[in-house]
């Protein structure tokens, strides 16, 4: 017979009964989810299914059969041939009592539509609780984004854990004891005073409406919501808009591959540009005899004294026959920068309509001043310019090595599941110029030189070789050129290579062994790998450690460069880059060329565009003098 791990064992079935009737578990799933899934509502307030179950408001206890006192369904996971029931009189008459206690609790005024406990005892039919209400605390709305009501507080701590081990921000904790015991940022400060970062995983938490969006956001009635993906960074987090009257009111995070319901501030509270006055709504048209200089500035206060409103025909008949001129006096005029926040569709059409209509492959976009050298890497190293696994994967790794990054600002919803790791006992390693506030949860923060990358990482790559750490299997049959890279590699080693990167040899050797010789090692880097003079070398170097230990392929192993805009990535593989057709096919190459003239049917350049950087050394060249951007 095979060995059964342990996590197939917490697949397993178990059959139990529940309310009579027999259900099949799981050993890892308590019996309020196996409730959920099979019709029956258990009644619950500290119970979030994202969180970790804490079992201390006591409102889904149930009876066992056999047991002397009720258990907290939350907490309590079966057992096969238990007998579970949720509506006998002990396990009702405790849920009542539970919910009526803390209804007596609750302020006149509610903060919220969806208050758990108004919800439960609707279910419940519990009415106007027999009991005194507690003294009730002032509010706090010194913070921008968030309003602090602890007079609905019911202490469930799904805000304390949304905040200490979802986001690991370690802002919200409890305090004091008895009745006096209560929900506090850091030394009970204003929740504006102290060291939030807002990303609102605590108003999302919050069952009854302590913690809501700022100025009553949350009492509004919504008239739709609209599923979406966050428009700022690459991480990819979706999320819900609640709407009213077509604007967007807050914002709740949705669960999605990368995110599974966390948002950070940006994603969750900076949608305000939507509805900002100086957003046009109607296009504009310069004025006669208003003309352009280096130093001119637009007062949106006065926008009229140098534009009028004009109509959709208008606008687009001027700017066509605009381009049109220099298109059909020097077509090599033209130019088009398109936008990595748009969908893959819009990135397509826009370097469709460049290549079709200006007639040249001037087209580009951010990623040029971005991940461009990573994505030149990871094409010529493992044939795709892509991540090659979710950010979230950190969890199934042993070892995560992130250099040139700082997560918790750029990419923080990325940041809380390298937290989430590294508290579980996986051994990450952070290599950059500057302390970030990932390096206190560090194994190795490796402080090297600033410009001193490729000195690091190759002294990295002789000691994973000279120590007999490469898997000789994955080089022969998946890989070409290493003979190139040991050979490149002698002139690298770590007592060399210390007084250049600043870190010392026996760290650099610790930290190759550490990688090579995990079960599962994943590489993540940002911007401060690839906008270098020599990115795509950094890049190279990155994939050459996956590679020469494969360390790719598997879950908890990879690479994952942290893209900037939400579809950077999306962009480029649509062709919204100069040098290649959607899918990376080269505008050079005869027979991609032929092919996409015959799918578009009409002539196309042949020459590969400008890129964002020399379409700007151009225009001081006077030598393009129209773009559509």
Known sequence: MDRVTNRQLATMPIGFKLNGRTVVGRPDEPIIETARRNGVAIPHLCYSRSLRPDG??????????????LAPSCCRFPTQGMEVSTESPRALASQKMVIELLLSDMPERRYTTNNEVDLWAKQLGVGLPRFAAREQPKADVSHPAIAVNLDSCIQCTRCVRACREEQVNDVIGYAFRGEHSKIVFDFDDPMGA?????????VQACPTGALMPAREAGLEKIDKTVDSVCPFCGVGCLLTYQVKDNRILFVTGKDGPSNHGRLCVKGRYGFDYAHHPHRLTKPL??????????????????????????????????????????????????????????????????????????????????????????????LEGIGSGAVSNQVNDVLNAEVIFLIGAN??????????????????????????????DLARHARYFLQFNPDTDVALL???????????????????????????LRENAQKFSPEEMAPICGIPAHTIREVAR????????????????????????????????TLMTGQIGRPGTGLHPLRGQNNVQGASDAGLIPMVFPDYQSVETPEIHSRFEKFWDTKLDNKRGLTVVEIVNAIHADEIRGMYI
């Open 407 to 436: 997560p918790t600002s750029n990419h923080p919803v990325a940041a809380t599941w390298m937290k989430n790791a590294a508290k579980q006992g996986v051994k990450l390693i952070v290599a950059d110029p500057r302390r970030t």
């Open 194 to 202: 102290s060291t939030c970062v807002a990303c609102g995983e605590c």
């Open 458 to 484: 190759n002294a990295l790559i002789y000691t994973i070789i000279e120590e007999g750490l490469v898997n000789e299997a994955f080089v022969k049959d998946r890989t070409s050129g290493y003979e190139q």
């Open 514 to 545: 550490l990688y090579a010789g995990s079960k599962a090692s994943m590489i993540l880097w940002g911007m401060g790998i690839s906008q270098h003079v020599h990115g795509t070398d950094n890049a190279r170097c990155l994939i050459a450690l």
């Open 285 to 378: 048209v310069r004025r006669p005899g208003v003309g352009k200089s280096e130093d001119f500035i637009v007062d949106p206060a006065d926008w009229s004294a140098v534009f009028r409103e004009a109509t959709w025909e208008e606008a687009l008949e001027l700017a066509g026959s605009g381009l049109r001129r220099i298109r059909d006096a020097d077509r090599f005029a033209l130019a088009g920068f398109g936008s990595a926040k748009g969908s893959n569709e819009e990135a397509y059409l826009f370097q469709k309509l460049v290549r079709t209509g200006f007639g040249t492959n001037n087209v580009d976009h951010c990623t040029r001043l971005c991940h461009a050298s990573s994505v030149a890497a990871l």
């Open 56 to 69: 201390n408001c006591r409102a889904c206890v149930v009876e066992i059969k056999g047991e002397r006192v």
